[in-house]
């Protein structure tokens, strides 16, 4: 059994869950920002590599906290359910809360403690944000459709997909990969040297 007294989430425990939530939300925006400066033609589908390494220590700092299963998922969840409100594909929602579990039951069956648990555990939650951009490659018509709704030209829309291909999508999993690898040790790093000094965690 998954649930029990010692694993179930308690409801202090939510408060912990929310503030890590939103820390991570913020993390996204800021890689969607840093993206568009910095390839401007690549913006939107290469946010989910720049989370990645920028998010590692929020989500080491959450399993720390939080040590019980459904955190993970909570945290991802709220994510896909932000990508289904702004109108977003709608199996980007199913895939946040899938991979988001995937990864949930890995830090579990690690105990939350170990390094490489853990490590595995975020390579596979960095994942649960690529559902918004999968449409891209894989379902363009769509894609067209949600962007042609949004009030977007013709211009724009051929601009979107102008350096879309399947190597694109074989470089955003790549890229996903490397990036959660540096970040998760980054994070874990902090989480070490700093936070556990200073009695956070």
Do not use: W
Not at 9 to 19: E, L, N, Q, T, W
Not at 55 to 80: D, E, H, N, W, Y
Request: hydrophobic share 55%.
């Amino acid at each position: 059994m998954i649930k029990n007294k010692k694993s179930s989430i308690k409801i202090k425990d939510f408060i912990s869950i929310g503030v890590f939530t939103a820390m991570y939300f913020i993390m996204v925006a800021i890689s969607a920002l840093l993206v568009v400066f910095i390839l401007p033609g690549y913006s939107y589908v290469f946010i989910p590599v720049v989370s990645a390494l920028l998010s590692g220590t929020i989500f080491m700092l959450m399993a720390a906290k939080v040590p019980r299963f459904g955190a993970i998922t909570i945290m991802g969840s709220i994510m896909g359910i932000f990508f289904f409100i702004m109108g977003r594909f709608p199996g980007a929602l199913f895939i946040c809360i899938g991979i988001s579990f995937i990864a949930d039951l890995v830090a579990y069956i690690f105990k939350y403690k170990s390094k490489v648990g853990l490590l595995v555990s975020y390579l596979i939650f960095s994942f649960s944000t690529i559902g918004p951009v999968l449409p891209m490659f894989f379902f363009s018509n769509i894609y067209i459709e949600q962007l042609l709704e949004q009030g977007r030209d013709a211009a724009y829309i051929e601009g979107a997909f102008a350096s879309i291909s399947q190597s694109t999508f074989v470089l955003l999993t790549i890229g996903i990969f490397a990036a959660a690898l540096i970040g998760g040790l980054f994070g874990q790093r902090m989480l070490k040297k700093h936070f556990k000094k200073a009695g956070i965690v």
